[in-house]
């Protein structure tokens, strides 16, 4: 554990408890292990969308949609490959 840990206490429902502690027992590791798990990846996982939408925002609609038929208008002429046909 990091030396420079804090202490948060984090009030939830009593269901929501038991069942954090029943997923951290079938994992076999702590509730604050799997807890620092989840919220971590939840972190990540915002931080990513927040980036993911700062991009996008630079781009209008129809940039989005022009730059799709772009690519749509180079392989929408090909042959399926037999391999992606359904028989």
């Known amino acids: 554990m990091p030396t ?4 948060l206490t984090i009030r939830m429902p009593a269901d929501f408890t038991h ?5 951290a027992e079938e994992q076999g ?14 972190i990540g996982n915002l ?14 609609k129809e940039d989005l949609f022009s730059d799709f038929d772009d690519v ?4 929408q002429n090909r042959p399926v490959p037999q391999l992606d046909t359904m028989t």
């Open 47 to 60: 931080e990513a969308g927040h980036k993911l939408s700062i991009y996008w925002n630079a781009y209008t």
């Open 72 to 75: 749509m208008g180079k392989v």
């Open 4 to 7: 420079n840990a804090n202490v």
């Open 29 to 42: 590791v702590s509730i604050n292990q799997l807890a620092m798990y989840i919220l971590a990846k939840e």
């Open 19 to 23: 069942r954090i502690g029943v997923i």
